[in-house]
């Protein structure tokens, strides 16, 4: 079975860049999390997805981040405009239902200058 | 926020012995959970306990869990190098199915 698809793994913008993460959860999996994790930090929950439908977005910063999972599958993570607080790894997780183990993808490393 | 303080912050042992590590947090759960994170594989699940439980065993994993204290402990036995990574306790307070990770221990075990 795949696991939990990020890309990219690494990306390096300057301050006031758009930039865009994509995860592909595993196959069959209804919920999808998107967390920050900051350096020597446990992850934070930004969102997270019941199918199409966000259930839970109250840690997103609403004015600069925004996320879709259109189809119910894959989900994409926005950043716009990136400032320099927003270097950190982006996880993003699946997992069957809300009440199951969640799988991690390996995540993408932002560093904005 | 974080839920959960993880003590200690970094620990260094020699392969074959023992880690133990501890996990403390701050309000109700449903379950806790612990999972391992390195450079290589990401973050990996690697043991569930729930609120009605006091101990679980997992292969070299041992973890407790005492609710009238708010803390867990994970116990790492015959710990080798590959163990080398941080470890994180989550917990799920059942409410909002939301896990709330703590702040990590970094083990390293020298070879």
């Known amino acids: 079975e795949a696991g939990v698809v990020q890309s990219p793994r690494y990306k390096i913008i300057e301050k006031k860049q758009p930039v865009a993460f994509w995860c592909n959860p595993i196959?069959?999996?209804?919920?999808l999390y998107w967390y920050l994790q900051n350096l020597g930090q446990g992850p934070e929950l930004l969102i997270r997805?019941?199918?199409?439908?966000?259930?839970?977005d109250s840690q997103l910063p609403k004015d600069r981040f925004s996320a879709e999972r259109l189809k119910g599958v894959d989900s994409t993570l926005k950043i716009q405009p990136a400032e320099l607080g927003d270097s950190a790894v982006y996880l993003c997780a699946s997992s069957r239902t809300v009440y199951n183990e969640q799988f991690f993808g390996p995540g993408t490393r932002l560093t904005v200058l | 926020s974080q839920q959960g303080e993880e003590d200690p912050q970094a620990l260094s042992i020699q392969e074959g012995e023992n880690a133990t590590m501890n996990c403390s947090y701050k309000?109700?759960?449903?379950?806790l959970q612990w999972y391992r994170q390195n450079s290589g594989r990401g973050l990996v699940h690697l043991i569930l306990i729930r609120s009605n439980e006091r101990e679980k065993h997992s292969g070299r994993l041992r973890v407790t869990l005492d609710t009238s204290k708010k803390s867990s402990s994970l116990l790492i036995t015959a710990s080798r190098a590959a163990d080398t990574a941080s470890y994180f306790c989550?917990?799920?307070?059942?409410?909002?199915?939301?896990?709330?990770f703590g702040t990590g221990t970094l083990l390293a075990v020298q070879p």
């Open positions: 989550a917990t799920d307070s059942g409410a909002t199915n939301k896990l709330i």
């Open positions: 309000t109700s759960i449903n379950n």
């Open positions: 997805y019941e199918n199409e439908e966000a259930v839970d």
């Open positions: 196959s069959g999996h209804n919920t």
